[in-house]
């Protein structure tokens, strides 16, 4: 069974740091593309970034771009987003994906796999 479990969220005050992580079971994606996507109440979820399979190719959300970093291990299976100078607005759920394509891309359709979610709260 494949399951991405995100960890790392939590509530900070703006200006602060946060670093999610996920970590993939059932299976390997070190051949797959990863993103983050993050879904704030009453929104829609929205993409934040993603990384190509060799983390060759990496793209990020206007809104967060300077701010975060992707990463991945692909021989821990994990993928990994610090944030940065967090503001109010980047409260939300972030979720985890993984796709089939090792290509990174900001599509959510293309995404097959998802995470539960990790809340993150950030204070004014």
């Known amino acids: 069974q494949v399951q991405l479990v995100e960890s790392g969220g939590g509530l900070v005050q703006a200006g602060g740091s946060l670093r999610l992580s996920c970590a993939a079971s059932g299976r390997t994606f070190s051949s797959n593309a990863m993103g983050w996507f993050r879904q704030a109440p009453g929104k829609e979820r929205e993409f934040v970034s993603s990384i190509s399979w060799s983390a060759g190719l990496i793209y990020y959300a206007g809104s967060v771009k300077g701010r975060f970093t992707i990463s991945r291990d692909n021989a821990k299976n994990t993928v990994y987003l610090q944030m940065n100078s967090l503001k109010p607005e980047d409260t939300a759920v972030y979720y985890c994906?993984?796709?089939?394509?090792?290509?990174?891309?900001?599509?959510?359709?293309?995404?097959?796999?998802w995470g539960q979610g990790t809340q993150v709260t950030v204070s004014s």
């Open positions: 994906a993984a796709a089939l394509s090792p290509i990174a891309t900001m599509v959510r359709s293309a995404y097959d796999y």
